[in-house]
T-cell receptor, first 114, second 116 residues
Framework: SQQGEEDPQALSIQEGENATMNCSYK?????LQWYRQNSGRGLVHLIL?????REKHSGRLRVTLDTSKKSSSLLITASRAADTASYFC??????????????FGKGTKLSVIP | NAGVTQTPKFQVLKTGQSMTLQCAQD?????MSWYRQDPGMGLRLIHY???????DQGEVPNGYNVSRSTTEDFPLRLLSAAPSQTSVYFC???????????????FGEGSRLTVL
């Protein structure tokens, strides 16, 4: 079952603009992660934010987490054509019997036009 | 660094045939998993393993078998292929295993399977 849901499904911007993608989820989480997938490739981990964190930065990436609204956003600043990819949020939640499970959303397809 | 290696990259099967997708990682990760990715469906967990000799089912396990005889290898077997199993399959691993697996996943490049 899908835990995270990304919004929008697709986003097209000009190079140099900022891109914002959102992720909403339904249950309490341990952490939330963002991944990038270039066309025809595997997923690559971008950033992990824990449930007790509100904001995290990594280079041109800024991730926020609002646990009261059960939502997260990924901001890519000064986008480049090379940022064209699909972006997925993944939530890690307690799944019972002392274990956790990571569940992916359906992704946002970002196109950066040169 | 090889990371997570999947073979084959492409495969075409006929309905009813069986095959094994191979996955190997050289990072000494305890946790390994298989996902399938279908258009509009995101990634769905098929099976996972928290260590050698331990496997468990994910969200969509029917029609697939796994085993984990070594830390490095985690093959996925299709018992009797069906057109509904046409998909892209990804193997992923994580350094944390057991109940506390909350870390990032490292993915292979995918295996594209078509079942006719």
């Amino acid at each position: 079952s899908q835990q995270g849901e990304e919004d929008p499904q697709a986003l097209s911007i000009q190079e140099g603009e900022n891109a914002t993608m959102n992720c909403s989820y339904k249950t309490s989480i341990n952490n939330l992660q963002w991944y990038r997938q270039n066309s025809g490739r595997g997923l690559v981990h971008l950033i992990l934010i824990r449930s007790n964190e509100r904001e995290k930065h990594s280079g041109r990436l800024r991730v926020t987490l609002d646990t009261s609204k059960k939502s997260s956003s990924l901001l890519i600043t000064a986008s480049r054509a090379a940022d064209t990819a699909s972006y997925f949020c993944a939530t890690v939640a307690y799944s019972g019997a002392g274990s956790y499970q990571l569940t992916f959303g359906k992704g946002t397809k970002l196109s950066v036009i040169p | 660094n090889a990371g997570v290696t999947q073979t084959p990259k492409f495969q075409v099967l006929k309905t009813g045939q069986s095959m094994t997708l191979q996955c190997a990682q050289d990072m000494n990760h305890e946790y390994m998993s298989w996902y399938r990715q279908d258009p509009g469906m995101g990634l769905r967990l098929i099976h996972y393993s928290v260590g050698a000799g331990i496997t468990d089912q994910g969200e969509v396990p029917n029609g697939y078998n796994v085993s984990r005889s070594t830390t490095e290898d985690f093959p996925l077997r299709l018992l009797s292929a069906a057109p509904s199993q046409t998909s892209v399959y990804f193997c992923a691993s994580s350094y944390r295993g057991g109940a506390s697996n909350t870390g990032e996943l490292f993915f292979g490049e995918g295996s594209r399977l078509t079942v006719l």
